[in-house]
């Protein structure tokens, strides 16, 4: 049995939202990247990758163009998802090494340790409320 599968413990993953393509990462409580994988967005393949991270995984994603359909399809599958407030992580942007991995570990790692700049997370009928105003 290889390692991912072996740990059945509460995993945190960080997510690198793109516009086709995300990156995901996997890790345990301690920290140790489990996996990473680059997924063509979609709900199916996300609820598919988030499905290894075991039951009721905390998600970070974060609050950028587009994030609705991949928050809501995380939830569909049972994942705590939590928003990165994008000017609370804005220090990624300074970094010398700057890679989707990189992202996504770091979320990931804010979450864990409990140092998340969380944004809210707006119910669907609110959302379709900002979209007639914008």
Do not use: C
């Amino acid at each position: 049995m290889d390692r991912e599968r072996a740990y059945d413990r509460q995993q945190t993953v960080g997510m690198d939202l793109h516009r086709d393509r995300s990156v995901l990462l996997r890790m345990p409580a301690e920290g140790r990247r489990l996996e990473r994988v680059r997924i063509d967005n979609s709900p199916a393949a996300l609820k598919e990758q988030i499905a290894k991270a075991g039951p009721h995984p905390k998600v970070v994603l974060e609050a950028t163009y587009g994030w609705y359909w991949a928050a809501d399809a995380l939830t569909e599958a049972g994942a705590e998802v939590h928003l990165a407030h994008p000017l609370g992580v804005k220090m990624f942007t300074y970094r010398r090494v700057k890679t989707d991995e990189k992202d996504a570990a770091d979320l990931a790692d804010l979450l864990r340790m409990g140092r998340l700049p969380e944004a809210w997370i707006a119910p669907p009928a609110t959302r379709d409320l900002r979209e007639l105003v914008r």
